[in-house]
C-alpha cells in the first residue's frame, strides 16, 4: 500500500481573526496578540541503546565487563573491522603535504598462517575520521610495506608479501598502476621500499628476505633497474645471501644500509654500476633480526638498530661495536620490533615493544632507561612513525589497530644547545670505542683487566658529561609523562 503524500495547489479563503477583549478581565493581564519565545537545542544521550536486557547501562564496571567479553565473541570478530582485525598494521607512512592523511600497510606476517578469505586490502586514513577510510588500495598481495612519494604525493609504493613491487596514483583509483612481473620481482615477502631523491622522483629500491636489493623506475617496471645480492663473500651468490628486513638511504651520504635477519647491518655503495665492491662492511651486534635502521636526522653518520631485546646507536667510522645501547647496563625483557628518531630533537628515539609498550628514550637525560613508558595496548606493537611535522607519534599493533598519540612539548621542542650536546656525546663515545679499539689490537690476554677498567672509565666520563642536562630536564619529566593521549584509528 502507498502511503505517500501527494501535493496540489486549491484555493483558500483566509480571514483574520482579532483577540477577544474579554479574555483580558478574565486573566488579569494584558495578553499580547504576539507570542514571543526562546528557542532551545538540546540532544539527546542514548545511554543505553543496544545494551541486553540484563545490563544496567548506568553501571560502567558492567558494561565495561559486558564490552570485552562481546569483543571476544567470534561473531563480533567476523563482523567488526573484519579487514583489520586478523592482520597487523606492518608499514605507516605519513602524507608529505597533507598531515591529516596516513597511509597503512596491512598484512599477515606469520608463514601459512593467513585466514581463509583475507582480505588484501590497505589504507589511507584522514586521522579526523577514523571509523572509515578515505582511500582503499587493492594489491594482488597484501602490503607488508608502503611509502609516499615526496616529489608526487599522489604516488605511493608498496612491497608486497609475495614478494612484487607496485605502484599507486591516488587520482587513478584503488588498483595499482603497475606491478613489477613476478619472474623478475622478490622470491620472498618484501620488507622495505625507499625512494630515492632524485629530480624526476620515479627511482626506487626494495629490500627482501630473498637476500637481494633491487632498484626500480616506476615508468618501467618489467624488470629492476638494478640488482645487489647481499653475499657476505662479496660472489653474488643468492644461496649465501643475507635476508633484508630493513633499509636506510640518507641522499647525502655515499652508502645506503641494510638490515638483516642475521643481525648484521650491511653498508653498500649507492652507485652500484661504478664499482666492483658494492658491499663495503658489515656491523655486528644483534642476535637476531633488524627491524628498524634509521640515521639520526641531525648527525646522519650515526644511526639507530633496533633489534632482538635491544635498541643501538652505532657510528659509521666504528663497525666492531655500537657506541651507545641501551642494553648496556641490561636487556630488555621482551622483543623490540620497531624503532624511529625523533624528527626535531636529535637527542630523542622512540621504540616499540612485543608487550604493546612505546619507549621514549633521551640519550641527553636517561641513556639508561626510558624517560617514558607508554604501555599503548595489550597485543604486540609491530610499527612506529613520528610526524615531521609536530609532535603526532602512530603505532601500528599486531590485530591491525593505529594508535596516534600526542607528545608533550617538550618532547618535540629542540631544547637549548641541544645540537652541541648530543654532538659532543657522540664524538666523546666514538673516541672512547676507538681508543678500546685500538688498545685491543695491540694488548693480549693480560690486558682484560685495562680494558674492564677502561670501560668503567668511559661509563663515568658519560655520566658526568650529560649531568647538567639531566639537572635541567629532571623537573620536567612528571610534565611529559602527563602529557600524551591516544585515541585510535
Given amino acids: 500500500m502507498d502511503h505517500s503524500c501527494d501535493f496540489s495547489e486549491s484555493d483558500v479563503e483566509h480571514?483574520?481573526?482579532?483577540?477577544?477583549?474579554?479574555?483580558?478581565?478574565?486573566?488579569g493581564s494584558e495578553v499580547s496578540t504576539m507570542t514571543s519565545f526562546e528557542?532551545?537545542?538540546?540532544?539527546?544521550?542514548?545511554?543505553?541503546?543496544?545494551?541486553?536486557?540484563?545490563?544496567?547501562?548506568?553501571?560502567?564496571?558492567?558494561?565495561?565487563?559486558?564490552?570485552?567479553?562481546?569483543?571476544?565473541?567470534?561473531?563480533?570478530?567476523?563482523?567488526?573491522?573484519?579487514?583489520?582485525?586478523?592482520?597487523t598494521a606492518t608499514s605507516l607512512s605519513w602524507h608529505p603535504l597533507d598531515y591529516h592523511k596516513l597511509a597503512v600497510a596491512y598484512s599477515c606476517l606469520e608463514f601459512q598462517r593467513a585466514p581463509k578469505n583475507m582480505s588484501f586490502d590497505s589504507y589511507i586514513w584522514n586521522i579526523e575520521i577514523c571509523n572509515k577510510p578515505e582511500m582503499t588500495l587493492k594489491p594482488i598481495s597484501p602490503l607488508v610495506c608502503l611509502e609516499y612519494n615526496h616529489k608526487d604525493?599522489?604516488?605511493?609504493?608498496?612491497?608486497?608479501?609475495?614478494?612484487?613491487?607496485?605502484?599507486w596514483d591516488t587520482r587513478s583509483g584503488s588498483q595499482p598502476v603497475q606491478m613489477s612481473a613476478t619472474e623478475h620481482s622478490h622470491k620472498d615477502p618484501v620488507y622495505k621500499v625507499i625512494w630515492l631523491q632524485t629530480k624526476i622522483g620515479t627511482e626506487t629500491f626494495s629490500a627482501s628476505t630473498d637476500g637481494q636489493v633491487l632498484f626500480w623506475d616506476i615508468r618501467n617496471m618489467n624488470e629492476p633497474t638494478k640488482r645487489l645480492v647481499l653475499d657476505p663473500s662479496k660472489k653474488?651468490?643468492?644461496?649465501?645471501?643475507?635476508?633484508?628486513?630493513?633499509?636506510?638511504?640518507?641522499?647525502?651520504?655515499?652508502?645506503?644500509?641494510?638490515?638483516?635477519?642475521?643481525?648484521?647491518?650491511?653498508s653498500c655503495n649507492r652507485k652500484l654500476e661504478t664499482t666492483d665492491d658494492p658491499i663495503v662492511c658489515m656491523y655486528s651486534g644483534h642476535h637476531g633480526p633488524i627491524y628498524a635502521l634509521q640515521r639520526n636526522p641531525f648527525f646522519p653518520k650515526n644511526f639507530l638498530t633496533v633489534a632482538d631485546w635491544t635498541a643501538r646507536i652505532w657510528s659509521e667510522d666504528i663497525k666492531e661495536s655500537s657506541?651507545?645501547?641501551?642494553?648496556?647496563?641490561?636487556?630488555?625483557?621482551?622483543?623490540?620490533?620497531?624503532?624511529?628518531?625523533?624528527?626535531v630533537r636529535p637527542s630523542v628515539f622512540f621504540t616499540v615493544k612485543m608487550d604493546g609498550t612505546l619507549d621514549v628514550w633521551d640519550i641527553l637525560f636517561k641513556p639508561k632507561d626510558p624517560i617514558l613508558?607508554?604501555?599503548?595496548?595489550?597485543?604486540?606493537l609491530y610499527s612506529i612513525r613520528v610526524r615531521?611535522?609536530?609532535?603526532?607519534?602512530?603505532?601500528?599493533?599486531?590485530?591491525?589497530?593505529?594508535?596516534?598519540?600526542?607528545?608533550?612539548?617538550?618532547?618535540?621542542?629542540?631544547?637549548?644547545?641541544?645540537?652541541?650536546?648530543?654532538?659532543?656525546?657522540?664524538?666523546?663515545?666514538?673516541?672512547?670505542?676507538?681508543?678500546?679499539?685500538?688498545?685491543?689490537?695491540?694488548?693480549?690476554?693480560?690486558?682484560?683487566?685495562?680494558?674492564?677498567?677502561?670501560?668503567?672509565?668511559?661509563?663515568?666520563?658519560?655520566?658526568?658529561?650529560?649531568?647538567?642536562?639531566?639537572?635541567?630536564?629532571?623537573?620536567?619529566?612528571?610534565?611529559?609523562?602527563?602529557?600524551?593521549?591516544c585515541f585510535q584509528v
Avoid at 609504493?157 to 607496485?166: F, K, L, P, T, V
Avoid at 630493513?246 to 643481525?263: C, D, I, P, R, Y
Avoid at 648496556?328 to 625523533?342: I, N, P
Fill in 323 to 343: 657506541i651507545i645501547s641501551n642494553c648496556f647496563y641490561r636487556y630488555h625483557m621482551t622483543y623490540l620490533l620497531d624503532g624511529c628518531w625523533s624528527p
Fill in 153 to 167: 604525493t599522489h604516488i605511493l609504493i608498496g612491497g608486497s608479501y609475495n614478494g612484487q613491487i607496485g605502484y
Fill in 39 to 87: 528557542k532551545v537545542s538540546q540532544g539527546i544521550n542514548h545511554v543505553e541503546g543496544g545494551w541486553a536486557k540484563m545490563i544496567n547501562a548506568d553501571d560502567t564496571e558492567v558494561t565495561a565487563r559486558y564490552k570485552k567479553k562481546y569483543l571476544k565473541d567470534e561473531h563480533c570478530q567476523h563482523t567488526v573491522m573484519e579487514t583489520a582485525i586478523k592482520r
Fill in 236 to 266: 653474488g651468490n643468492r644461496e649465501n645471501a643475507l635476508g633484508a628486513v630493513s633499509m636506510e638511504f640518507e641522499n647525502s651520504m655515499a652508502k645506503f644500509l641494510v638490515g638483516t635477519e642475521q643481525g648484521l647491518v650491511v
Fill in 15 to 27: 480571514e483574520d481573526i482579532p483577540p477577544d477583549p474579554a479574555l483580558q478581565e478574565i486573566c
Fill in 373 to 380: 613508558n607508554l604501555k599503548v595496548c595489550d597485543e604486540a
Fill in 388 to 485: 615531521d611535522k609536530d609532535s603526532l607519534v602512530c603505532c601500528g599493533s599486531q590485530l591491525g589497530t593505529v594508535r596516534l598519540l600526542k607528545m608533550s612539548p617538550d618532547l618535540c621542542t629542540l631544547q637549548k644547545n641541544e645540537k652541541a650536546l648530543v654532538s659532543e656525546i657522540l664524538e666523546g663515545q666514538y673516541r672512547e670505542r676507538h681508543q678500546m679499539k685500538h688498545s685491543s689490537s695491540v694488548e693480549d690476554e693480560g690486558g682484560k683487566d685495562d680494558m674492564e677498567e677502561l670501560l668503567a672509565y668511559t661509563e663515568r666520563e658519560f655520566f658526568e658529561t650529560v649531568e647538567a642536562e639531566k639537572k635541567k630536564i629532571k623537573d620536567e619529566e612528571k610534565e611529559r609523562r602527563s602529557g600524551m593521549f
